[in-house]
């Protein structure tokens, strides 16, 4: 074979060869176009990620950090050449080359809006970089400008301006959505504080009274009542954390049950009838300890003789039901039906006996669900039973407790 044909059968298979890679590099292109799925699909799954990639950042307000990732994401999205959102104080977040706009976006923002519309300004020649116009639409928070979001582009067309203000509605729902979800976790904190105002008067007051009796006669069991009330204070006084698990619930119900043994002595009798699998189970934090305090102080302290307390806990479907019952005086269920509004969902402020279950009440029905609220069987001379049921799947609560609490307590 000449070289010159040598030559030609090389070029041809290289040739052959490329165009073979060309085609299989076209097919797995074609397949990975449909895979994304079509244009329409692609621009819509761009636009919801940078939607929530920004929304993220806005929960904590216009002054946050959070807001300079924010305008990222928000350019991005109205693909504009520089965008600024700044609070009614003057707080100025800007993403793209405009630091020289930021004494021209704080002038925006005080000179009073008409309504909510969208403004369209021109950008002075001394802070123009390559934009002449800003696009202002206000973000609008309970009837007043909160701020503004501001677009700087090269025209001024219809769409840009439709598309600015829509994203400054967005970010005004952001804002909301922030202010409720502080608005809750204010609430939140407030039950707690309840609930912990209610231990303290009562409670410690009797406990501090029970250690001081056996300081002289019985040092040993002084020292132990010492140990146990600073474990339940410190449990009940904490401030991580909104949830817990059964089995540190039971720990703190644990060392306050030792506290009021010290005071009742054999008149207070107690059993646990705890299903192993129910311990790590998630429950909002300090929920079945006034169950159990209730039924000391309102059923059992009135009684000469004293009584019983069971407090059971066991798997039914997807739930964890756990139960609190005490053979004392009971509760008059006319009174109960006025104050807990048990069957009829009704709320009463007045009088302070027995809130603690109004305080749980409140708040399982608010975590979980108006299905979730206790149920409460009792008359007068007959006990009480406390039914309280939490789902067993919890994955967006976080539990606060330690390695030894698995073990579970032994009152």
Do not use: K
């Not at 692609?42 to 002054?63: C, D, I, K, P, V």
């Not at 002038?107 to 309504?115: L, M």
């Not at 600015?164 to 952001?174: D, N, P």
């Not at 010290?262 to 169950?291: H, K, N, W, Y």
């Amino acid at each position: 074979m000449g070289t010159s044909t040598l030559i030609a059968a090389i070029a041809g298979a290289l040739v052959g060869g490329f165009l073979t890679l060309a085609v299989v590099a076209a097919l797995r292109f074609a397949r990975g176009s449909r895979e994304l799925g079509s244009d329409g699909e692609q621009a819509t799954y761009r636009t919801l990620h940078l939607a929530s990639r920004a929304a993220e950042n806005l929960r904590g307000g216009l002054a946050d950090e959070g807001a300079v990732r924010a305008a990222r994401h928000l350019r991005t999205l109205l693909a504009c050449d520089i965008l600024a959102i700044a609070d009614a104080r003057g707080a100025v977040a800007i993403d793209g080359p405009g630091e020289s706009l930021r004494e021209f976006v704080a002038s925006v923002v005080a000179e009073p809006f008409d309504g909510a519309r969208t403004r369209v300004l021109p950008v002075p020649v001394e802070a123009r970089v390559t934009t002449p116009w800003a696009i202002a639409a206000p973000i609008i928070v309970d009837g007043a400008v909160a701020g503004v979001v501001i677009a700087f582009a090269a025209s001024r067309h219809a769409p840009m301006v439709r598309a600015t203000g829509e994203v400054a509605g967005w970010v005004t729902a952001q804002l909301r959505l922030g202010d409720l979800e502080a608005s809750r976790t204010a609430l939140a904190e407030a039950e707690l504080r309840s609930l912990r105002s209610q231990i303290s008067p009562h409670f410690i007051y009797n406990a501090l009274n029970a250690i001081a009796s056996f300081i002289i006669t019985d040092p040993p069991t002084a020292r132990e009542l010492v140990i146990e009330f600073a474990d339940f204070t410190r449990y009940s006084f904490r401030r991580a954390g909104d949830f817990t698990t059964v089995a540190e619930e039971l720990r703190s119900i644990h060392s306050y049950l030792v506290l009021e043994r010290a005071r009742f002595g054999d008149r207070l009798e107690v059993m646990l009838r705890i299903a192993p699998e129910t311990l790590s189970a998630v429950i909002p934090f300090l929920s079945i300890q006034p169950l159990v305090e209730n039924s000391v102080r309102h059923g059992l302290e009135a009684r000469e003789r004293g009584g019983r307390i069971t407090i059971s806990a066991e798997e039914i479907g997807a739930n964890v039901q756990i139960v609190v019952e005490d053979n004392g005086v009971g509760i008059d269920p006319d009174w109960l039906e006025s104050h807990l509004g048990h069957s009829t969902g009704r709320r009463d402020d007045g009088g302070d006996d027995h809130v603690g279950l109004r305080n749980v009440d409140t708040r399982l029905r608010r975590m979980y669900g108006e299905e979730y609220g206790l149920v409460i069987e009792t008359n007068i001379g007959a006990g009480t039973l406390i039914r309280m049921s939490v789902p067993r799947s919890q994955p967006m609560h976080d539990a606060e407790f330690t390695a030894d609490s698995m073990t579970g307590p032994t009152p």
